[in-house]
């Protein structure tokens, strides 16, 4: 069992930046492929990012590409998303996930874990 935890969410104006991580606990990420996914109220949750085991490659929905970061340390068994320049769009809960032996997977079906969610809302 892995168990995901993520912070860094909270109000931030549009153009402003925000960073979020997720702490992951009971095993080690470094054979999991992880992932951010979003979900803004009444709209089925979505894919941002996800990074390889290794860190090596990385994959952005269009919407979030040039703006957000993804990164992990597997040492430290924490992902961080780095999320710059962000607009009203972006507002919505984000949720961490792991996939064992996962491959930076776009299809949210694919993980077998995920965090609670933080809430990031960008005003106008």
């Known amino acids: 069992q892995v168990q995901l935890v993520e912070s860094g969410g909270g109000l931030v104006q549009a153009g402003g930046s925000l960073r979020l991580s997720c702490a992951a606990s009971?095993?080690?990420?470094?054979?999991?492929?992880m992932g951010w996914f979003r979900q803004a109220p009444g709209k089925e949750r979505e894919f941002v990012s996800a990074?390889?085991?290794?860190?090596?490659?990385?994959f952005y929905a269009d919407s979030v590409k040039d703006r957000f970061t993804i990164s992990r340390d597997n040492a430290k068994n924490t992902v961080t998303l780095q999320m710059n320049s962000l607009k009203p769009e972006d507002t919505a809960v984000y949720f961490c996930?792991?996939?064992?032996?996962?491959?930076?997977?776009?299809?949210?079906?694919?993980?077998?874990?995920w965090g609670q969610g933080t809430q990031v809302t960008v005003s106008s």
């Open positions: 990074i390889t085991r290794s860190g090596s490659s990385t």
């Open positions: 009971g095993r080690t990420i470094s054979n999991y492929g």
């Open positions: 996930a792991a996939r064992r032996y996962g491959l930076g997977d776009r299809d949210l079906t694919a993980y077998d874990y």
